[in-house]
């Protein structure tokens, strides 16, 4: 099983902050790594899949970078609606597996 | 626009077995590109990938949950389904279908989801 750990667990910020979400894997999965925003009580959306590809329609100032074991996701300018918790998921080899989440709140 | 919506008892007792459907519209369940997959979320936690299958009924599971676990597919209704055996408190959890984009390379099988239904929430308990 490849484990994940994703920093920080919350983030404080402003609205026009860059905000960055790391996600760390136990070992190394090439590009195969998704991001997901999630807002309570809805289902998650995709964001971001192999590493740094943006999902169709999502905005630009999401972005993904990394590859091996170290990962990151980047909003350029946060914006009211992109307050929500984030979720790296590696697939790689099973079983697939998810960060734990990094909840962003309005500081 | 793929729309998927899951449908089932919302409380199940200790012990018997959970029993959820996906139906999915504007498109097809047997399309060629895709794997169809179960994911849980336990209340304030975190997501867990249950299973997958493909229309021709392939299937592969989380080795934590295979024992029991049995996802099928009816593509005369374009739906799927997940039965969870011997349930638990701790098998309580919104769960969600999704489509998984699906692919295959020298190092296995990948996937991601791309659309995903609006979850239901399943609890056990007496």
């Known amino acids: 099983v490849i484990w994940m750990t994703q920093s920080p667990s919350l983030l404080s910020a402003s609205t026009g902050d860059r905000v960055t979400i790391s996600c760390r894997m136990s070992q190394g999965i090439s590009s195969y790594l998704a991001w997901y925003q999630q807002k309570p009580g809805k289902a998650p959306e995709l964001l971001i899949y192999a590493a740094s590809t943006l999902q169709s329609g999502v905005p630009s100032r999401f972005s993904g970078s990394g590859s091996g074991t170290d990962f990151t996701l980047t909003i350029s300018c946060l914006q009211s609606e992109d307050f929500a918790t984030y979720y790296c998921q590696q697939y790689y080899s099973f079983p697939w597996t998810f960060g734990q989440g990094t909840k962003v709140e309005i500081k | 626009q793929l729309q998927l919506q899951e449908s089932g008892p919302g409380l199940v007792k200790p012990s018997e077995t959970l029993s959820l459907t996906c139906t999915v519209s504007g498109g097809s369940i047997s399309s060629s590109s895709y794997y169809w997959g179960w994911i849980r979320q336990p209340p304030g936690k975190g997501l867990e990938w249950i299973g997958s299958i493909y229309y021709s009924g392939s299937t592969y599971y989380n080795p934590s949950l295979k024992s029991r676990v049995t996802i099928s597919v009816d593509t005369s209704k374009n739906q799927f389904s997940l039965k969870l055996s011997s349930v638990t408190a701790a098998d309580t959890a919104v769960y969600y279908c999704?489509?998984?984009?699906?692919?295959?390379?020298?190092?296995?099988?990948?996937?991601?989801?791309?659309?995903w239904g609006q979850g239901t929430l399943v609890t056990v308990s007496s």
């Open positions: 999704a489509q998984q984009n699906n692919y295959y390379d020298s190092s296995g099988y990948k996937g991601f989801f791309d659309y």
